[in-house]
């Protein structure tokens, strides 16, 4: 039969092509925190240019993350929002203790797609719009941030049933950007690139450090690659493409 | 503690019966005369509106999530809709969840009435209409107790898929307690937060709904069947 020749003919190339690839490289499975979206690809695409390796990204919620890890799920290194959640895994025996290091400072943003809506926490105080975009506090550290910052200027009872939840705070920033919500609290890296509207920066004073934690789980610690990018996240172009993206860098964990 | 825990777990319980409800009751108001029509027409058209209704059915909820999101909030239809109580967006709000359930339970509601018409052919009416019952007469007193198991079908059906619907609500819910956080939501916060014993009373409790709702559509099922032979 000529299609099964042909299948296997196109099976029997592609196997040579990952054959191939996997004698110079080999891939490792990164969980990012959905905050580190843009700055993970940016880095994967400089961390293959450089060593060959290639690190396959999956993005989401931490808490999530946290949970499919415990029950084995396929990720070599977690590249928290936090850092409870890879300290936990740390103490759990599923985590590489050394390996935990701060890999970015994350900064909240209050944030409008209209250019003259936030003009700074009075925005909140008057108390103008019908919904306030926030990720889910239970699950994102950014939504743990944001009700911290609501209850240290005392409005966090006035604005609860104005509160929308994001998943992640991808959903956060997507239910702003959409216009469904007409402010949200959102990553200061969600913004790079010029996303237009109005932003104020929340003092850091009124949450405490957002500290994003980078762990190489057990299920790396053999793998070749997953060492490359844990060695790579901490040098200076890696450093670079964080700063570049709005967080603050912990002057500890660089090489 | 603890009775602030079950509090907080019967609310998303109510709110899902409350949904799954409201959009049925919509449903077999809106779906009946379409499936009347689907099943008696002789429009050339008629299996293009037949595959819109269906494709809700292999849609990932995704694609309907995303582009409710947006026809929902202030720049779409959602959104005027929304000014005339004072709102600017249906996203986040129980009349938004309904829309959206009314979209994606569609196809579960119309088919079996439809399929129920069809197979009850042309001879009922014919009949009715020489004894000179008017076709609205006809219509309620022959056609529908004649359709009565795909009514029956079609809302359990219905019922059951906004029940148990998860995607489309988590794009466009935000998750707000008592309005749009529903069960399936409820449960995956309770997963991802690692309250497994809330998340456990949930699930099993969807298992326990899910397996009646199929049995009680197979007794259904078995019992029309006895009846026609």
């Known amino acids: ?255 | 503690m603890s009775l602030n825990v079950s509090g907080e777990i019967w609310q998303p319980v109510r709110l899902t019966l409350e949904l799954a409800s409201l959009t049925t009751i919509i449903l077999l108001v809106l779906g009946t005369p379409l499936a009347w029509w689907l099943a008696r027409s002789k429009s050339w058209w008629k299996e293009g509106v037949a595959a819109l209704v269906a494709v809700p059915l292999v849609l990932p909820p995704t694609v309907l999530g995303f582009y409710l999101l947006i026809a929902l909030g202030p720049n779409g239809p959602g959104g005027m809709l929304a000014t005339l109580w004072g709102g600017r967006t249906l996203a986040f709000t129980f009349p938004g969840l309904v829309i959206g359930s009314v979209l994606f339970s569609m196809p579960f509601v119309v088919q079996p009435i439809r399929n129920a018409f069809e197979a009850m052919g042309d001879r009922p009416m014919e009949v009715a209409a020489t004894l000179r019952a008017s076709p609205w007469r006809a219509f309620w007193s022959v056609a529908v107790p004649l359709a009565s198991p795909g009514f029956l079908t079609g809302a359990i059906l219905g019922f059951a898929h906004t029940v148990g619907e998860f995607g489309v609500v988590l794009m466009i819910g935000g998750s707000v307690p008592g309005k749009t956080k529903v069960l399936s939501v409820a449960i995956y916060d309770y997963v991802e937060t690692s309250q497994w014993t809330e998340a456990s009373v949930l699930a099993l409790g969807m298992i326990v709904f899910s397996f009646c709702v199929i049995l009680t559509m197979t007794l259904i099922e078995k019992r029309v069947a006895r009846l026609a032979s």
């Open chain 1, 1 to 255: 039969m000529k299609p099964s020749r042909l299948l296997v003919a196109a099976l029997g190339a592609a196997a040579c092509l990952l054959a191939t690839v996997n004698a110079f490289a080999s891939s490792t499975n990164v969980a990012v925190a959905a905050n580190f979206t843009d700055a993970a690809k940016e880095i994967a695409a400089k961390f293959k240019a450089k060593t060959g390796h290639e690190a396959v990204l999956s993005f989401g919620a931490s808490g999530q993350f946290y949970t499919q890890i415990k029950e084995s799920g396929p990720f070599q290194i977690l590249l928290s929002a936090d850092d409870e959640r890879p300290k936990k895994l740390v103490e759990e025996g599923l985590a590489v203790p050394e390996s935990r290091f701060t890999y970015a400072i994350g900064k909240l943003v209050l944030w409008s797609k209209d250019p003259n809506t936030v003009k700074g926490e009075e925005t909140l105080k008057a108390n103008a719009f019908s919904k306030l975009s926030i990720a889910n506090p239970t699950a994102a550290p950014y939504g743990a941030a944001a009700v911290e910052t609501l209850k240290a200027l005392k409005l966090y009872d006035v604005m609860q049933p104005k509160i929308v939840m994001g998943n992640t705070i991808s959903q956060a920033f997507q239910f702003v950007d959409t216009g469904n919500a007409e402010l949200g609290f959102v990553a200061l890296s969600q913004l790079a690139g010029d996303k237009g509207g109005s932003q104020w920066m929340v003092p850091q004073s009124l949450y405490s450090e957002i500290r994003q934690d980078a762990v190489l789980l057990k299920s790396g610690a053999g793998n070749e690659a997953a060492a490359a990018f844990m060695t790579f996240l901490k040098g200076p172009e890696a450093r670079a493409v964080i700063e570049k993206f709005g967080y603050a860098l912990d002057p500890k964990s660089g090489t």
